[in-house]
Nanobody
């Protein structure tokens, strides 16, 4: 069984920073793309940023100059450094990872979500 456990969310003022972490554990053969999505109230879940196993990144235009995604393959963890936070960044942030549990079996997994609230 595979688990993704997120941490680092919370309440921050406009212009502040937060760092989210997501650690994968369990029966893991390999981890390919890892990423962060977010869902604000009344809106669809949207991609924030992704990072491949080799370190290539894809970051949404709305956060490109403020958020940085990184990962530590040695500990199966992906991070999202969020700077210059705005009220529009308020959402539940979800970790996602493409994980192979065997050589043949790979699928996407989701974390439980962590709330980020930016107050003005």
């Amino acid at each position: 069984q595979v688990q993704l456990v997120e941490s680092g969310g919370g309440l921050v003022q406009v212009g502040g920073s937060l760092r989210l972490s997501c650690a994968a554990s369990g029966r893991i053969y390999s981890i390919n793309t890892m990423g962060w999505y977010r869902q604000a109230p009344g809106k669809q879940r949207e991609l924030v940023a992704q990072i491949t196993k080799g370190g290539s990144t894809n970051v949404a235009d709305s956060v490109k100059d403020r958020f940085t995604i990184s990962r530590d393959n040695a500990v199966n963890t992906v991070y999202l450094q969020m700077n210059s936070l705005k009220p529009d960044d308020t959402a539940v942030y979800y970790c996602n990872a493409d994980i192979a549990t065997t050589f043949w079996a790979q699928r996407g997994y989701w974390g439980q979500g962590t709330q980020v609230t930016v107050s003005s």
